[in-house]
């Protein structure tokens, strides 16, 4: 048996209160993130998109690295540097694996993410290859029919300014517009950035580097962030 004063009564009331209140709001969180309703913690909420995956690898470097694994290791590095400018992220994928074997049936699911979440933006990150083996930079596709041009120019900007220049020696490339599935899934801007060429022994090894990965999705953070949080 525990004896209890008035005073210590009240005290213990007050406690037992606070505990109350604080047991609900975990209890909240926990049901939350259950539920992924990332939106609801965040005025704006992003899907990252990390490039194929599973059989589907993209392209492939010199030394056998795969797309699918420099996306998703990038995707990974820019949703922590969203969430901590308090941005919410949702990602179409968060392991090697595709989300279907099959190339059309995994991309529907991708656009049924996207749907789902109802997001401020979407960015999809690739890694680009060309004939060329000179082509170096990361760039920014969006969809010409759509509203995601304005973003895509500002993103293409940010990343010329802070990366390319530095990186490739060249400023000027330009956001390029086309038909592209993923960029049109919701009506909100949609871009894809193609983070720099495996087909390039210099962006091969920007693109396998930590510090690299890290500044391109700062710059692409900043901007988004930018955009979104005015
Ligand atoms: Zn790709």
């Known amino acids: 048996m525990v004896f209890i004063t008035k005073k210590k009564f009240i005290v213990t009331v007050a406690i037992i209160a606070v505990i109350a209140v604080a047991v609900s709001v975990c209890g909240v969180c926990i049901f939350a993130h259950k539920s992924q309703t990332v939106a609801k913690f965040y005025e704006h909420t992003v899907v990252i998109d990390a490039g194929h995956g599973g059989i589907d690898g993209g392209v492939v470097g010199s030394q056998g690295v795969k797309e699918s694994d420099i996306n998703l290791k990038m995707a990974e590095i820019l949703k922590n540097i969203l969430e901590s400018n308090g941005i919410g992220v949702v990602m179409t994928r968060t392991t ?5 074997n099959i190339k059309r049936l995994d991309m529907q699911a991708r656009k049924e993410i996207i749907v789902k979440t109802a997001p401020s933006a979407v ?6 290859r060309f004939s060329d083996s000179s082509r170096r930079g990361a760039q920014v596709f969006y969809d010409d ?4 041009k304005d973003f895509a120019e500002s993103m293409q900007r940010g990343i010329n300014e802070n990366i390319n220049a530095k990186y490739s020696g060249r400023d000027d490339y330009e956001a390029i517009g086309g038909d592209l599935f993923i960029t ?3 009506k909100v801007p949609s871009i894809i950035i193609e983070c720099g060429f495996i087909s390039n022994a210099e962006d091969e090894k920007l693109l396998l580097s930590q510090e690299y990965c890290r500044e391109l ?7 988004l962030t930018d955009a979104l949080i005015v």
Do not use: M
């Open 96 to 100: 090697k694996d595709a989300l279907n």
């Open 123 to 128: 960015i999809s990150l690739h890694v680009n």
């Open 145 to 148: 029919t759509g509203i995601g």
């Open 184 to 186: 049109k899934c919701v």
């Open 217 to 223: 999705c700062g710059v692409i953070a900043g901007v």
